[in-house]
């Protein structure tokens, strides 16, 4: 078959399987196995599929009708400037978490060598980041769970950036500081809530990186113990909570709270500067 017919027969599929995007998604996969753009595939519909093309592109597509995130589907998910390895070790990066370090970022701003912990890092989107665009950090990050630091340690590598990796659950106390910022994006998802997520989400996405109560409160009372006089925490916020957690931060001792929208222009990034 042609691109452009395979393009057609293929997103027919993902759209029957319930997929939210399916000719995206059909475009993405298909440019990924021919290992080309996705406009120099639209570029080029009556391209014909070798066989080999074709057994490898029937191998993604049947996963993604599984409902498997297309990252995992791909094995790499972009965020900001970096291209990172995900599977089912760590939560999917998203859009909404790279508002959280533009946060970062501009917290940091004006600091040569600041010292940054990010708490619960997960692939570590959010400290190679920082890394990556603060040349000058020193960054620090913790997660509990073992498998997700290990691919958080191969996206340092692959990236060619230094962080220092820490297995450490945020229940059992923060790492001693002083740190000039602490960010976290912590599971937030109520457990009530787990089934009214997306299939891809609650069906493959680890569900102790998502499902959590208590993390947002143990950081608002922890981070003050660790930050320098002047130092900032950044959080992500649930949908419509972001207010809640803006308190929670006041009743820290944080001054100049600010919430910051996402994309999608929910209220989604909280911030405060340690008094």
């Avoid at 475009?27 to 057994?55: C, F, K, P, Q, Y």
């Avoid at 498997?68 to 390895?85: I, K, T």
């Amino acid at each position: 078959m042609t691109v452009g017919q395979t393009l057609a027969v293929v997103g027919g599929r993902l759209a029957a399987a319930g997929c939210e995007s399916p000719r995206v998604d059909a475009e993405i996969l298909l440019a990924h196995v021919l290992e080309v753009t996705r406009s120099a595939l639209r570029a080029d519909l009556g391209r014909e599929l070798t066989e080999n093309a074709a057994a490898r592109l029937e191998g993604l597509v049947a996963r993604r009708e599984r409902r498997e995130p297309l990252a995992y589907v791909l094995g790499e998910w972009g965020f900001r400037r970096l291209s990172l390895h995900v599977d089912p070790r760590v939560l999917v990066p998203r859009p909404e978490t790279e508002i959280v370090v533009e946060r970062c970022l501009a917290l940091l701003a004006g600091l040569a060598e600041p010292r940054v912990l990010d708490v619960g890092t997960g692939s570590g989107a959010i400290a190679l980041a920082i890394a990556d665009e603060h040349p000058g950090a020193r960054v620090t990050a913790i997660d509990r769970s073992a498998d997700a630091l290990d691919v958080a340690r191969a996206n340092a590598v692959c990236a060619g950036l230094e962080v220092e990796l820490l297995e450490r659950d945020l229940h059992e106390g923060l790492p001693s500081g002083p740190w000039d910022l602490v960010v976290s994006n912590p599971p937030y998802v109520r457990p009530d809530e787990i089934g009214r997520l997306a299939l891809e989400v609650r069906r493959w996405e680890p569900r102790e990186a998502l499902v959590g109560e208590g993390a947002t409160e143990a950081l608002a009372a922890r981070a003050p113990a660790v930050l320098r006089p002047g130092g900032a925490l950044v959080l992500e916020a649930a949908d419509g909570d972001a207010e809640r957690v803006a308190d929670l931060l006041r009743s820290s001792g944080f001054t100049g709270v600010r919430v910051t929208n996402d994309l999608a222009g929910r209220e989604r990034v909280v911030e405060g500067v340690l008094a």
